[in-house]
């Protein structure tokens, strides 16, 4: 007896969105994060807070809202979402949408567990799962320009909206990742040795890997690097969580943009003659200049307490551990086919 295959469907095309609609989740995620710095000020000031709604949760909540919104495709405002979902959604949006949803289970969560097991403060609130879950969520939405652009990156594709996600979305990652921030603890400065030389080493190393693997996500999606990025994500490391402390190591935050401004122009000329070694460049290039310059600003403000080996042995193990991770990203080249 015979049978028959099945046809498969033609693969429907995914539509791309527009640089205007990109612009305009990009900029709904600043107020989202916003919202997360102004409530992360408050669980870090005000001690005697026990409830839910508050005035910096509205500014969460709303910025939320306002994201959920800009990331709702146009042909669903049109009211005409014909065919499958994949054929209306834009590409790049789907995961967006996804923490969309999360999002609001994660507050519905959230607003439980707060009711029932009161309010956090401090680590606590970082690492509280509800929280983590908005997280996770948050930054599903806030990336989604980045993925956005991956689609279009043979028409090229305005970085704007790229470098707004980025910026966010590494500020958010930083809120979450504060208790290991080399940039607010300054920890070069400590005396002593033993944990907090160990310490200070696992902050060095842990935001060294956050501002590469941001960088090389951008490369990634966009097959270039916008001038400018390598600075606005070393900026968003650096500078927001600033108002856990009242910006009390304001210098350690600040001098390490003159070092990322740098690494911004060095790899600007790198990917215009050597491309293929990009990705090296990147994961040694931003730890070699942002970690001196931000030890330069410790010793003008709070002086360096390492010895010359463990400080600079920092540097170097930081630029090492970036270079392997770039090089996870070298173009693989094809051993020619045996004749």
Same mark, same amino acid.
């Given at each position: 007896? /015979?049978?028959? &295959? %099945?046809?498969? =469907? @033609?693969? #429907?095309? +995914?539509?791309?969105?527009?640089?205007?609609?990109?612009?305009? !989740?990009?900029?709904?995620?600043?107020?989202?994060?916003?919202?997360?710095?102004?409530?992360?000020?408050?669980?870090?000031?005000?001690?005697?807070?026990?409830?839910?709604?508050?005035?910096?949760?509205?500014?969460?909540?709303?910025?939320?809202? /306002?994201?959920? &919104? %800009?990331?709702? =495709? @146009?042909? #669903?405002? +049109?009211?005409?979402?014909?065919?499958?979902?994949?054929?209306? !959604?834009?590409?790049?949006?789907?995961?967006?949408?996804?923490?969309?949803?999360?999002?609001?289970?994660?507050?519905?969560?959230?607003?439980?567990?707060?009711?029932?097991?009161?309010?956090?403060?401090?680590?606590?609130?970082?690492?509280?799962?509800?929280?983590?879950?908005?997280?996770?969520?948050?930054?599903?939405?806030?990336?989604?320009?980045?993925?956005?652009?991956?689609?279009?990156?043979?028409?090229?594709?305005?970085?704007?909206?790229?470098?707004?996600?980025?910026?966010?979305?590494?500020?958010?990652?930083?809120?979450?990742?504060?208790?290991?921030?080399?940039?607010?603890?300054?920890?070069?400065?400590?005396?002593?040795?033993?944990?907090?030389?160990?310490?200070?080493?696992?902050?060095?190393?842990?935001?060294?890997?956050?501002?590469?693997?941001?960088?090389?996500?951008?490369?990634?999606?966009?097959?270039?690097?916008?001038?400018?990025?390598?600075?606005?994500?070393?900026?968003?490391?650096?500078?927001?969580?600033?108002?856990?402390?009242?910006?009390?190591?304001?210098?350690?935050?600040?001098?390490?943009?003159?070092?990322?401004?740098?690494?911004?122009?060095?790899?600007?000329?790198?990917?215009?003659?050597?491309?293929?070694?990009?990705?090296?460049?990147?994961?040694?290039?931003?730890?070699?200049?942002?970690?001196?310059?931000?030890?330069?600003?410790?010793?003008?403000?709070?002086?360096?307490?390492?010895?010359?080996?463990?400080?600079?042995?920092?540097?170097?193990?930081?630029?090492?551990?970036?270079?392997?991770?770039?090089?996870?990203?070298?173009?693989?080249?094809?051993?020619?086919?045996?004749?």
């Amino acid at each position: 007896m /015979a049978t028959t &295959v %099945a046809q498969r =469907p @033609a693969d #429907v095309r +995914r539509p791309v969105s527009s640089n205007r609609r990109d612009l305009l !989740v990009a900029l709904a995620t600043v107020w989202l994060a916003g919202g997360l710095f102004m409530d992360g000020w408050a669980h870090s000031h005000v001690p005697a807070l026990e409830t839910f709604f508050t005035p910096w949760h509205g500014v969460l909540y709303s910025g939320y809202a /306002a994201l959920a &919104v %800009a990331l709702v =495709p @146009a042909r #669903v405002w +049109r009211g005409r979402p014909e065919g499958p979902v994949r054929a209306w !959604v834009p590409a790049g949006y789907g995961l967006g949408l996804l923490g969309a949803i999360l999002f609001a289970a994660g507050g519905a969560i959230d607003m439980t567990w707060h009711i029932l097991f009161g309010i956090e403060a401090d680590l606590e609130a970082l690492l509280s799962p509800p929280h983590l879950l908005l997280l996770t969520a948050g930054q599903l939405m806030i990336t989604t320009p980045i993925r956005a652009a991956a689609a279009k990156r043979g028409s090229a594709p305005r970085p704007l909206p790229v470098l707004i996600a980025a910026t966010t979305s590494t500020a958010v990652a930083a809120f979450f990742l504060d208790y290991v921030s080399p940039f607010t603890d300054a920890p070069a400065s400590l005396t002593g040795y033993g944990n907090s030389q160990v310490l200070g080493l696992a902050e060095y190393l842990v935001y060294s890997v956050l501002v590469v693997a941001v960088v090389l996500f951008v490369w990634t999606r966009l097959g270039r690097l916008p001038l400018g990025l390598v600075t606005l994500v070393v900026a968003a490391a650096s500078i927001p969580n600033g108002v856990f402390d009242d910006f009390e190591n304001l210098a350690a935050q600040l001098w390490p943009l003159a070092g990322a401004i740098v690494a911004d122009l060095a790899l600007r000329w790198v990917g215009a003659r050597r491309p293929e070694v990009l990705p090296v460049a990147v994961g040694a290039l931003i730890p070699l200049t942002i970690w001196p310059t931000h030890l330069l600003g410790v010793e003008l403000s709070l002086g360096v307490a390492w010895s010359l080996e463990l400080w600079s042995g920092v540097v170097v193990l930081t630029l090492l551990a970036g270079a392997v991770l770039g090089g996870l990203f070298l173009p693989q080249t094809r051993r020619p086919d045996p004749d």
